[in-house]
């Protein structure tokens, strides 16, 4: 029933901004924690970013610093915050959000991705 869509990716030069959005729809139970993914050609999924309902966010160790997740107001839309992008940035975003279901368990869903090019 949740689907998640994310926006906001596309082509931008090394050094740029780039945000992109994730919204959440069709949920029925809070959701307590919202992710973001990406995968390059060639490599493994990786987590780039997450956020709990709390606000409590970590980051992977290649994007500490240049990179924020927020989640106003605990909604169920996640932001990433891309600064100073670098080429290795490059990679299909996909955002994921986890909720629990009483009496059933952990559920969760993902986006179908957005591509980020970071290039000259």
């Known amino acids: 029933q949740v689907q998640l869509v994310e926006s906001g990716g596309g082509l931008v030069q090394p050094g740029g901004s780039q945000r992109l959005s994730c919204a959440a729809s069709g949920t029925i139970f809070s959701i307590y924690i919202m992710c973001w993914y990406r995968q390059a050609p060639g490599k493994q999924r990786e987590l780039v970013a997450e956020i709990t309902k709390g606000g409590t966010a970590t980051y992977a160790d290649s994007v500490k610093g240049r990179f924020t997740i927020s989640r106003p107001n605990s909604k169920d839309t996640v932001y990433l915050q891309m600064n100073s992008l670098k080429p290795e940035d490059t990679a299909v975003y996909y955002c994921?959000?986890?909720?629990?279901?009483?009496?059933?368990?952990?559920?969760?869903?993902w986006g179908q991705g957005t591509q980020v090019t970071v290039s000259s």
């Open positions: 994921y959000a986890e909720w629990i279901v009483l009496g059933i368990g952990k559920m969760d869903a």
